[in-house]
Structures are given as structure tokens and as C-alpha cells.
């Protein structure tokens, strides 16, 4: 009997982490990469598919009001103009619930998409159920897909760079290394790094 209770005491253990830690439980190297529709800033639905002559993605979670999101703010814009027309479009998804942090609001996310000028798609994810899926857990997280026959293969994930705080002083930018590794048919040499930025603000359950 004790045993009995041990091991369900043990799953729902599991069960709670799960769900209080969603962000922990998502993709590893390798893996398929689902799809998802999340409403564009310019109010259109955007999927992955819409994407017909892309080889690829740079999927970055990010948000407004997180410092290290502003900090990699015009590196992401950077990436999206030096490997969009080389295949690899950046697409960025902002997570947070906006009860916990309204900077992090649908209309906030369309004041700073016009005010930076933003190229790329900037989605919502007022769910919630796409970082999750992917196990993001901080803004900036970055995911690089390829495209294969099997689906959106992830090919890494972590961070953009080594430095945040000034972007002419990182020595290792694992992000642009890894496309660069993809569009030459080569192993990426890091393929996973911890990703530095602010907690995504889950929902309160």
C-alpha cells in the first residue's frame, strides 16, 4: 500500500511541476517542430506554412518590456535583413500574459512593431500553448528550424549571441553560426546554448 501511494505521490509530483514549469517540457535537437496560426500584428493570422520559399525559420521568443528583449532588440532586426533573402526569415513570438506585465499587450506589441519598423512577423501566443509546445522559457529564446521532408526540423537553441549587453563584443554569435552552418550544408559545431533573458510570465493558475 505504501508503495502504492509513493508512486502516485511520485506522478502527481511530475504532473504539478509540469504544470506550474510548462516552459521546461518542449523540443530537443532534431526534433519536428509543429506548426501554429497566432494573429500578426497587422491583425493577419501567420503560420509557419505560409512561408512557401523559405528553407527554414529563426523562431525568437521575445516581448516588449523584457531589458534583454530591448537589448537584442535591433540584432533580431539584423537577422531577419541578412537571412530572410537567404531563406531563413526571422519570426518573432511574444508569450507573456499580459495580466502579469501589460507593457506585453497585443496593442503594446503594434505601437513598438511600428515604432522600430519592425520587417518580420511579431505574433502573440495569448495562449500560451506555443511556447510551451516549443519549452521556451525566456525572452529572448531562440529555436532555428530547417525545413525537411519530415517537417520543421529544430537545429538549435539557446541564445543569439555570447554578449547582450553589447553586440560589437560577442565573440560567439551562435545564432548566425548556425544558419550559416545550415544554408552551407554543414554540422552546426554549437547546437544548444542557454538561452539569458527575462522569465516568460506564465499565467497564474
Not at 60 to 65: M, Q, S, V
Not at 110 to 121: D, I, M
Amino acid at each position: 500500500m505504501k508503495k502504492t501511494y509513493a508512486i502516485a505521490a511520485f506522478y502527481l509530483f511530475i504532473a504539478t511541476a509540469a504544470f506550474k514549469f510548462p516552459g521546461q517540457y518542449g523540443y530537443k535537437i532534431g526534433d519536428n517542430a509543429i506548426d501554429f496560426t497566432l494573429k500578426n500584428v497587422d491583425e493577419n493570422k501567420v503560420s509557419l506554412a505560409d512561408y512557401k520559399n523559405a528553407k527554414g525559420f529563426i523562431v525568437i521568443f521575445t516581448c516588449n518590456h523584457c531589458p534583454f528583449s530591448q537589448a537584442y532588440e535591433q540584432r533580431i532586426i539584423d537577422l531577419h535583413k541578412k537571412y530572410e533573402p537567404k531563406g531563413f526569415p526571422v519570426i518573432a513570438i511574444n508569450p507573456n500574459d499580459k495580466d502579469r506585465e501589460p507593457d506585453d499587450s497585443f496593442e503594446n506589441m503594434q505601437k513598438l512593431a511600428k515604432e522600430k519598423n519592425y520587417p518580420f512577423a511579431y505574433l502573440y501566443d495569448e495562449t500560451q500553448e506555443i511556447a510551451k509546445a516549443y519549452g521556451a522559457t525566456r525572452t529572448p529564446h531562440v529555436f532555428i528550424l530547417q525545413k525537411s521532408k519530415k517537417g520543421n526540423l529544430v537545429k538549435y537553441i539557446g541564445a543569439i549571441d555570447d554578449n547582450y549587453e553589447d553586440a560589437s563584443a560577442a565573440k560567439e554569435k551562435y545564432a548566425e553560426q548556425a544558419v550559416d552552418a545550415l544554408l552551407s550544408g554543414k554540422s552546426i559545431t554549437t547546437a544548444q546554448t542557454k538561452a539569458i533573458g527575462c522569465g516568460i510570465k506564465w499565467k497564474k493558475q
